[in-house]
């Protein structure tokens, strides 16, 4: 039998580019609010925006909201699957196929007003929590140190950790679908802010033109709201007077390099995976560039995939190595991979991807104090993302809401 594959980003999380959902039918001029950046703080912050206004039952006029995005994906939550189509598949039509969550994994809900805003979709179990059985490993090495692994922690024992299915970009698509006052701009991208873009400043509003890179005006907006990484936002916002522009290096986001690795049958996974003398789902690996290990066809509602792996490489690593070669990176980390999960030629995997993370994560303050939004008033211009506070999820959900409530505040 003959295999072929299929390789596919899941990238679209709206049914077309450029699609639009509902627009605003009020009467009375309403706010017009752009946000820069379609991952999750841009989401849940049009999510938000909406429910306020929606609340304020009849006595503000809900804003028209417009998401601009420069590529066709949710931002830093991303899947890739590759389907193994079989030469009978005209007799079989179940072809099957590798999936691997590249970007983030899993995510918290410690606060209580998180934990309410995921409830729905907890219900619908598009959301499940996923109660992994985490160990830490040391793999061997060639200083005669033996392989060694030991369990760490179940999740949700102590703390529970998240995941969207059957896709991890499964959320982001019915965050945008339930948008009702939100127009989605896919492959858009704005161009840096200028101070003269800035079209009229008084003391009770202000309204700024945006502009795409070829210097098409994308319209004039009430309130801006950036959510790029921060090296992107630092850009974005040089030559615009922004008053908080300091802050924007302030945190500082370190790369991260994930390897995806598939196998053609449960038989052929390495004893490390198939024969596990103690079960797990996730490892964190110990004395190695790499720093975990996902077996995604463990996860719950993720059963019928082919043995699937992802692996992200250490954050440190990887920022040390951000420009070589991806082929090499690729190369070292199989390597590390190989080790870790010791298979030999019978269970070598089939699959192997490999992708560059330039912003992967920010680096925790050693006080743990966290930025905040960015806020110019003058101008009605916010700078957000993950960044502004811990890096993940759960920050894009915090630094959303206190985007929402700076706006209420006008
Ligand atoms: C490898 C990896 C592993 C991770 N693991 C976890 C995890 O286990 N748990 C967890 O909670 N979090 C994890 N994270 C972090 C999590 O993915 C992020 O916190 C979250 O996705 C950030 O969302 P965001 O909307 O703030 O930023 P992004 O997702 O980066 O969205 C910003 C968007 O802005 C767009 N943009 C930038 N410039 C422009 C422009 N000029 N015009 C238009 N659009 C623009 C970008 O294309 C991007 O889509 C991980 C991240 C990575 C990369």
Same mark, same amino acid.
């Given at each position: 039998m003959s295999d072929s594959t299929l390789l596919s980003t899941d990238q679209n999380i709206t049914q077309s580019d450029n699609h639009t959902n509902t627009k605003n039918d009020a009467s009375n001029a309403p706010l017009k609010i752009a946000i820069i950046g379609g991952g999750l703080t841009g989401l849940f912050t049009a999510t938000l925006l909406e429910r306020a206004f929606i609340e304020a039952n009849g006595k503000a006029v809900v804003p028209q909201i417009t998401i601009f995005e420069k !590529?066709? $994906?949710v931002g830093r939550l991303a899947t890739r699957y590759r389907s193994k189509v079989h030469s009978d598949a005209i007799h079989d039509n179940s072809d099957k196929q590798w999936q691997w969550a590249?970007?983030?994994q899993f995510f918290t809900a410690k606060t209580t007003s998180f934990q309410k805003f995921i409830k729905p979709w907890l219900a619908t179990n598009l959301l499940q929590p996923w109660c992994a059985q985490v160990v830490n490993l040391t793999p061997a090495n060639d200083a005669g140190q033996s392989a060694d692994i030991q369990n760490k922690e179940q999740w949700s024992s102590t703390q529970a950790r998240y995941i969207s299915t059957p896709k991890m970009t499964s959320w982001g698509r019915i965050l945008a679908d339930e948008l009702k006052h939100t127009t989605l701009n896919f492959k858009t991208r704005v161009a840096p802010l200028l101070a003269r873009h800035c079209t009229e400043q008084n003391s009770v509003n202000s309204k700024t033109e945006l502009f795409d890179e070829n210097d098409n005006s994308l319209g004039s907006f009430d309130w801006i709201i950036c959510t790029a990484p921060n090296g992107q936002a630092l850009e974005l916002m040089?030559? !615009? #007077?922004?008053?908080? *522009?300091?802050?924007? $290096?302030?945190p500082q986001m370190q790369a991260c390099y994930t390897l995806m690795l598939g196998w053609d #049958?449960? *038989? *052929?996974?390495?004893d490390s995976l198939s024969n596990q003398t103690i079960p797990w789902d996730v490892a964190y690996v110990q004395? $190695?560039?790499?720093?975990r290990i996902f077996i995604e066809h463990q996860k719950p509602a993720h059963e019928n995939l082919l043995p699937s792996i992802t692996i992200h490489a250490r954050n440190d690593w990887s920022e040390a190595h951000v420009d070589n070669d991806i082929e090499v990176i690729k190369a070292q980390l199989l390597q590390a991979a190989q080790q870790a999960l010791n298979w030999d030629m019978k269970s070598t995997p089939s699959q192997v991807d490999c992708h560059r993370w330039r912003y992967a994560s920010t680096i925790k303050n050693i006080d743990n104090q966290q930025l905040g939004i960015l806020v110019d008033d003058s101008h009605q211009w916010i700078v957000s993302g993950d960044w502004c506070a811990q890096g993940n999820i759960e920050s894009c959900y915090q630094m959303a809401a206190e985007t929402v409530k700076t706006i209420c505040s006008h």
């Open positions: !590529s066709r $994906s590249f970007g983030a040089a030559d !615009s #007077d922004f008053t908080e *522009q300091a802050m924007i $290096s302030k #049958d449960v *038989q *052929q996974l390495p004395d $190695s560039i790499l720093d």
